[in-house]
């Protein structure tokens, strides 16, 4: 899952490199145009390649984007040199489209190649080097190299200090990728404290009553949830209502959203009371509005009902489920949203199959220290939900050590809730819904939990 974060992260870095590196390289071609007696611009062939890369990259087609890009850095060096800043910024565009494709070894190669160029012409401080420093370090990190991406990205930050300032907005993403690297490196706080300092930065450029606060205050609120730290987030939720309230009025629409976020905090804590109260309060803020949005109002019901059903209230959601269904049958043309919500039952637990077995502290750090000791099982099952939104009808379809772990399948299944299919206005039973679930476990003869029960099962048998 990290690893598959640290690919995410990588491609949002790479198209933030991919606009600004585009920018520049536009910019020092800009002399290169000139216009005809007519009036209209001459295009030449290194920018209609640079345009040509741009349309595939941004189209989604990454690995024809490297091949254009090559092209493109093929023209600029052959048009202005090898060691020219034309192909150097080229170059920041292959790297970039290769990070894409998840060839990130070639990538670093080219991003520092690109960057030794720009070294030798411009010096080590130059603002251009920003941009391949910091597709470096994503690269890195996708390569699990997370010291080396946490030097790039404290260079990229030190050369942004000197070009704009010790504190400015430019820098969000930098302290983004770094602290990406301090997560995979185990430093939490030190994560943390680059996600504090861009709220810092917004309040210091634009004052604490600012409404420009409130992204900064949501990203952090993000960030507090992610490192399941509630109290933090809620004061962030909550600092946000003051600062929406203060420059408008308590009814304002603007804290629907934050409402509906804080009341899901509640939620997750298992604060019942405190949740319905916050969204209700939001549906009401918004039915009150000079321009009440229906659509909303039935997002917010849907989202009541799914708390009334996770808090085990299920004839209360039931009826916010049909008065969602009814608003927007209402409106007409609302196919889409209709299936989205009430085509196929809806998984609202947050509960988790052990990935490890048994899933204790003891097994977890013995899987991280000699994984070749696990080995793989798999569990099949079918099960039924009905019109509450409840499991039945367990059935273990297959399942690999045989009794190792149907039973806590089974507990984990039945202690699910979902929101149940709802056809034509009225809540339907669904049958024959499948799990497939793949989990480690150390194949032994003692000191392991059978369903965390017994202190010794019989060592698994392969069959077949």
Not at 16 to 32: D, K, P, R, Y
Not at 247 to 261: A, G, I
């Amino acid at each position: 899952m990290q690893q598959r974060h640290l690919h995410l992260y990588a491609d949002f870095i790479g198209s933030c490199l991919l606009i600004m590196s585009g920018l520049l390289f536009s910019a020092v071609h800009a002399e290169t145009n000139d216009f005809s007696e007519t009036g209209s611009l001459n295009i030449d062939p290194l920018n209609q390649a640079q345009a040509h890369f741009l349309k595939l990259l941004n189209d989604g087609l990454y690995d024809e984007a490297v091949v254009a890009a090559r092209q493109t850095l093929e023209i600029s060096r052959w048009t202005y040199g090898n060691n020219s800043l034309e192909a150097a910024l080229a170059q920041i565009n292959l790297a970039t489209s290769q990070s894409y494709t998840h060839d990130y070894k070639t990538a670093i190669d080219n991003y520092q190649s690109s960057i030794a160029i720009i070294e030798a012409i411009e010096g080590i401080i130059s603002p251009r080097l920003i941009n391949p420093l910091m597709g470096l370090a994503a690269a890195y990190n996708a390569s699990g190299l997370h010291n080396l991406a946490l030097l790039a990205y404290e260079r990229s930050l030190r050369v942004n200090h000197v070009e704009l300032g010790l504190q400015n907005e430019q820098q969000m993403p930098i302290r983004d990728g770094l602290t990406e690297s301090y997560i995979a490196l185990g430093n939490q706080r030190k994560a943390g404290r680059q996600q504090e300092v861009q709220l810092t930065i917004i309040k210091n450029e634009y004052g604490e009553n600012s409404e420009r606060l409130l992204p900064a205050i949501y990203k952090l609120a993000k960030w507090y949830q992610r490192t399941n730290q509630p109290e933090q987030e809620a004061y962030q939720y909550r600092s946000a209502l003051r600062l929406i309230q203060n420059n408008t009025n308590k009814q304002s629409p603007e804290q629907v959203d934050v409402l509906r976020n804080l009341a899901a905090l509640y939620q997750r804590n298992n604060m019942p009371a405190e949740t319905l109260r916050l969204l209700k309060r939001s549906y009401r803020i918004n039915a009150e509005a000079d321009g009440p949005d229906p659509l909303l109002a039935a997002d917010i019901q849907v989202q009541i009902g799914d708390a009334y059903n996770f808090f085990g209230e299920r004839r209360n959601s039931q009826r916010y489920y049909v008065d969602a269904w009814n608003t927007l049958e209402q409106l007409g043309d609302q196919e889409a949203l209709l299936e989205e919500y009430f085509a196929v039952p809806v998984h609202l637990g947050n509960a988790q199959l052990a990935e490890i077995y048994p899933s204790n502290l003891k097994t977890m750090t013995h899987y991280q220290e000699n994984p070749d000791k696990f080995e793989n099982g798999y569990i099949t099952a079918r099960f039924d939900i009905d019109t509450n939104g409840q499991v039945k009808n367990i059935r273990i379809i297959e399942s690999y050590p045989s009794g190792l772990l149907e039973k806590h399948l089974r507990m984990k299944l039945s202690r699910q809730k979902f929101r149940p299919q709802i056809m034509d206005g009225i809540p339907v039973e669904t049958k024959d819904e499948q799990l497939q679930h793949q989990f480690k476990y150390e194949p032994q003869s003692e000191d392991t939990h059978n369903d965390g029960k017994s202190d010794r099962i019989e060592r698994p048998q392969k069959t077949g």
